[in-house]
């Protein structure tokens, strides 16, 4: 049984408190330490495996067992200690050099930290008297952020669960601007206007799927999204958006929101900013940049141009739990005129009076689609100041490196086959056969080879499907990976390529 409910003045909560959050940190450290691979090279380096714990359905069964609401309670020690058993040693572990098949980061020591002190002090961020200083500092990092992306001072912005939520509440405002700039309707009061499904957004073929998503949470569909064609680097073409948003005003639609990639799921293209900021301006449409993977680049002196203009976007979702490191979730999403964000607001008696804020309480509910919210910000807050730009530039600039180096050596060769140079950290490609085989062989040889990877040798590297065929896919988001990592990776690849090979 558990005696202490809270952490309180009192010694005996403050002596659990520090104990349970101890254990939890022991038990963490040992079951990372025992993953630790068996490298016949004796490096002293960081050789955790990705995943070293169980195949779905025995997974399923071991966790299966025993009831997790017993009639009386077990107490703390004996949980964790299941937990420790069952749990922990079947957990990704993020911070492998040999993790990287998704755009799942690996998280940062200082931020760590900060999430304890978000959870200890479990501040909301929809009003003043619910997190004081907590609001005051997410107001701090907004507009630093603000500033990092070269907004000017009516820009504002919020924090969010992530890239998804943030790039819904960036085609909410750009619905809604639309709609009353255009149509003097307010949709807030009197929902879609009649003509709603003239309404057309565009976004890359390659795009994230929050795009539909948020179509069909904003009432308009996944038939509003254009899914505009991209060139042989898996950019968006700008020829074919501006021919498409043509031909769609000439038949009568409404361009409400072009969205540009900086940064795509799979690829790490951005596309082209510049150009296509030109077009939204001709025609008034609201401007998108979902940069949640690529907004890492900003930090870096040496890539941030790829970005290009993406100053001149009316909106950017930034993700942070992607390059910049952070604990699951912290995203944000920044708007060029900061008034837009009044579709969002709405007063409540109970909650945010109108009279509070008028006295500078600030409440930060009337800029977010969540009401109690996390702290999020704070981790930023933190880990801004403990690296310092420098750095930061030193992480992102690295990883962007370390993906340039891993594409040179898997380019220009027979053994494998590549897309396009990568513009960020991930690196698409396939493994070609060491004789002349079909295509399914060459699908199934790379599948194998990722499942084995996974199963046999503590390694987690992503798959995806281009042009029809398998590729695979290294997300490079942890500066810590060397190239001596990656070349070792790449004759383990090689050898287990041979191994599937029919054997003459
Ligand atoms: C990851 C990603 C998203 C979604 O972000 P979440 O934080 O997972 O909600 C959106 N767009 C792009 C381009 C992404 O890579």
Not at 168 to 192: F, N, P, S
Not at 219 to 230: D, F, R, S, T, W
Not at 369 to 390: C, P
Not at 443 to 450: G, L, V
């Amino acid at each position: 049984m558990m005696e202490e409910f809270f952490l309180t003045n009192q010694k005996e909560s403050q002596e659990v408190f520090f104990r349970i959050v101890e254990s939890v940190c022991k038990a963490a450290a040992k079951v990372i330490e025992e993953a630790s691979a068996e490298t016949e090279s004796s490096q002293d380096g960081n050789t955790v495996t990705a995943y070293s714990g169980l195949p779905p359905l025995e997974l399923r069964r071991l966790l299966n067992s025993g009831s997790i609401l017993p009639d009386d309670g077990k107490g703390f020690d004996a949980v964790i200690k299941h937990m420790e058993a069952a749990v922990l040693p079947n957990l990704v572990r993020t911070a492998s050099p040999g993790y990287m098949a998704h755009l799942h980061s690996p998280v940062l020591l200082e931020s760590l930290a900060a999430e304890l002190v978000i959870s200890v002090f479990n501040q909301s961020m929809d009003s003043w008297d619910q997190s004081p200083a907590a609001t005051e500092i997410e107001v701090l990092v907004v507009k630093e952020l603000c500033r990092l992306f070269g907004y000017g001072e009516e820009a504002d912005g919020v924090f969010t669960s992530g890239g998804s939520q943030s790039n819904t509440t960036a085609i909410l405002l750009a619905r809604d601007y639309i709609c009353r700039t255009k149509l003097q309707h307010d949709v807030k009061k009197l929902g879609l206007p009649a003509g709603y499904r003239k309404f057309k957004m565009y976004a890359s073929e390659v795009s994230h799927f929050s795009m539909e998503k948020s179509a069909h949470l904003l009432g308009l569909g996944y038939n509003a999204v254009e899914k505009v064609p991209v060139d042989s680097r898996r950019k968006m073409d700008a020829d074919k958006l501006e021919e498409l948003v043509e031909r769609d005003i000439a038949a009568g639609c409404i361009p409400f929101c072009i969205a540009v990639t900086a940064g795509t799921t799979d690829y790490g293209s951005i596309d082209p900013v510049d150009r296509i900021a030109a077009l939204c301006k001709k025609h008034g449409i609201w401007l998108h940049a979902d940069a949640a993977y690529g907004s890492g680049l900003i930090m870096s002196q040496k890539y941030k141009s790829r970005l290009g203009g993406i100053n001149s976007c009316d909106s950017i979702t930034v993700d942070f739990h992607k390059m910049f490191l952070q604990p699951i979730s912290c995203g944000a999403v920044l708007v060029k005129d900061g008034a837009n964000f009044s579709s969002l607001e709405l007063h409540a008696d109970y909650l945010n009076r109108e009279e509070d804020e008028e006295d500078g309480y600030i409440n930060l509910v009337g800029k977010s689609m969540q009401t109690t919210r996390r702290f999020d910000a704070l981790k930023i807050w933190t880990s801004f100041q403990v690296r310092g730009r420098n750095g930061w530039d030193n992480i992102i600039s690295t990883c962007v490196d370390n993906a340039s180096y891993v594409y040179g050596k898997l380019s220009g060769g027979t053994d494998f086959e590549t897309i396009s140079p990568p513009e960020i950290s991930s690196v698409v490609f396939r493994v070609l056969p060491s004789t002349e085989k079909e295509e399914t062989f060459t699908d199934e040889m790379n599948k194998s080879i990722r499942r084995t990877l996974l199963h046999k040798k503590g390694i987690v590297i992503g798959q995806t499907v281009d042009s029809g065929r398998v590729f695979l896919k290294f997300t490079l988001l942890n500066p810590t990976v060397t190239h001596d990592y990656l070349d070792k990776l790449l004759e383990l690849i090689l050898s287990l390529r041979n191994d599937y090979m029919p054997q003459s």
